[in-house]
């Protein structure tokens, strides 16, 4: 049964709380194919997205790997930024039907998918492109903000999630000190999420119109993204690529990231320009006094368009039963973050 379902087809999934995409991999070499996204917020759960996908398919997988937006962990998920209520793994699988399923944190796949990268999938922000050759991360503003690592080991990348998105924001300048006090006065917390993902920079544009005392208007974070010839539109998008390349330092440091951090997430690909063109590289870099160790670290903005199911099937490359010995699951083990226990 086991070598059935290593050669069978395989589902893999990237769940945010915006869309879910489902795509099918016909075994260990294969690529996602048949990829498909529905709204998360038209289904009660993860179980039901995922049945509705295979429904308009018609496939019976014999295995499937589902990534998720939240955190992971004794036997159970929950979707961060949704309204889905915790659920359990075993609950998912029996319903799908399917003999293998694992369900992990989408950056915990992001970071799975890194070294299978190449230079069509990815924008260089510096001087030089990352190389799987050392510990990796990636940082990802969505509809969330996602945080991951990936260490090498003599027997295979042990990716390391968690919930970085979590952390306080990085601010630096008088302007972004002022954005994050009214942050915390709205918010009760200044965590960078609430800055650095899609409704993040709506709220950065907010604030920055209340500090000149002028009405900001409801934009959304595509529009922020569409008028950056309007003034206020591009300090907003200007300071979102500042914090973020902070932010993305910090990571650096904290993981030893020296092969590079990658860039995922919806926002960034519709402002390339911008990024390249703020100060997020000189912000990566200023870290007094280790100036000289961050500017080696490469950085690079990821366009491929699911890298997810990439690393989704990878983890199923991995844990499946017999599975070569080097590409067995390094994962740590499951743990309750921060996020299962508020």
């Given at each position: 049964?086991?070598?059935?379902?290593?050669?069978?087809?395989?589902?893999?999934?990237?769940?945010?709380?915006?869309?879910?995409?489902?795509?099918?991999?016909?075994?260990?070499?294969?690529?996602?194919?048949?990829?498909?996204?529905?709204?998360?917020?038209?289904?009660?759960?993860?179980?039901?997205?995922?049945?509705?996908?295979?429904?308009?398919?018609?496939?019976?997988?014999?295995?499937?790997?589902?990534?998720?937006?939240?955190?992971?962990?004794?036997?159970?998920?929950?979707?961060?930024?949704?309204?889905?209520?915790?659920?359990?793994?075993?609950?998912?699988?029996?319903?799908?039907?399917?003999?293998?399923?694992?369900?992990?944190?989408?950056?915990?796949?992001?970071?799975?998918?890194?070294?299978?990268l190449g230079g069509r999938d990815l924008v260089v922000v510096g001087d030089r492109?990352?190389?799987?050759?050392?510990?990796?991360?990636?940082?990802?503003?969505?509809?969330?903000?996602?945080?991951?690592?990936?260490?090498?080991?003599?027997?295979?990348?042990?990716?390391?999630?968690?919930?970085?998105?979590?952390?306080?924001?990085?601010?630096?300048?008088?302007?972004?000190?002022?954005?994050?006090?009214?942050?915390?006065?709205?918010?009760?917390?200044?965590?960078?999420?609430?800055?650095?993902?899609?409704?993040?920079?709506?709220?950065?544009?907010?604030?920055?119109?209340?500090?000149?005392?002028?009405?900001?208007?409801?934009?959304?974070?595509?529009?922020?993204?569409?008028?950056?010839?309007?003034?206020?539109?591009?300090?907003?998008?200007?300071?979102?690529?500042?914090?973020?390349?902070?932010?993305?330092?910090?990571?650096?440091?904290?993981?030893?990231?020296?092969?590079?951090?990658?860039?995922?997430?919806?926002?960034?690909?519709?402002?390339?320009?911008?990024?390249?063109?703020?100060?997020?590289?000189?912000?990566?870099?200023?870290?007094?006094?280790?100036?000289?160790?961050?500017?080696?670290?490469?950085?690079?903005?990821?366009?491929?368009?699911?890298?997810?199911?990439?690393?989704?099937?990878?983890?199923?490359?991995?844990?499946?039963?017999?599975?070569?010995?080097?590409?067995?699951?390094?994962?740590?083990?499951?743990?309750?973050?921060?996020?299962?226990?508020?």
């Open positions: 049964m086991s070598g059935a379902i290593r050669d069978g087809v395989w589902l893999v999934a990237d769940v945010g709380g915006t869309n879910a995409r489902f795509a099918l991999v016909d075994g260990p070499d294969g690529a996602p194919s048949d990829v498909g996204s529905l709204p998360t917020r038209d289904y009660p759960g993860l179980a039901e997205a995922a049945a509705a996908y295979l429904e308009g398919t018609g496939a019976r997988p014999s295995a499937a790997c589902l990534a998720v937006a939240g955190p992971v962990g004794g036997g159970t998920y929950r979707l961060t930024n949704a309204g889905w209520p915790r659920g359990a793994v075993e609950a998912v699988r029996a319903h799908l039907g399917v003999p293998h399923l694992d369900v992990i944190n989408d950056f915990e796949a992001l970071a799975l998918a890194l070294p299978r492109a990352p190389a799987a050759d050392a510990a990796l991360a990636v940082v990802g503003p969505g509809t969330g903000l996602g945080v991951a690592g990936l260490v090498p080991t003599p027997s295979g990348w042990v990716p390391v999630p968690g919930e970085g998105g979590q952390v306080d924001v990085p601010a630096a300048t008088g302007r972004e000190m002022e954005v994050t006090r009214l942050l915390r006065a709205e918010k009760g917390a200044a965590t960078a999420e609430y800055l650095l993902s899609g409704a993040g920079l709506a709220r950065v544009h907010r604030y920055l119109a209340a500090l000149d005392g002028e009405p900001a208007g409801e934009l959304t974070a595509q529009q922020i993204c569409e008028r950056r010839d309007d003034p206020r539109c591009d300090e907003a998008l200007r300071m979102f690529c500042a914090l973020l390349g902070s932010l993305a330092g910090n990571v650096a440091l904290t993981l030893g990231a020296r092969g590079g951090v990658y860039l995922g997430g919806g926002i960034l690909p519709r402002i390339v320009d911008v990024l390249h063109d703020s100060a997020f590289r000189a912000r990566f870099e200023g870290k007094p006094p280790v100036e000289d160790y961050m500017r080696a670290i490469p950085t690079a903005l990821i366009v491929h368009p699911g890298p997810a199911l990439v690393g989704a099937a990878v983890r199923l490359a991995q844990s499946l039963p017999d599975a070569p010995p080097d590409a067995r699951p390094h994962a740590l083990p499951d743990a309750p973050s921060a996020m299962e226990t508020a």
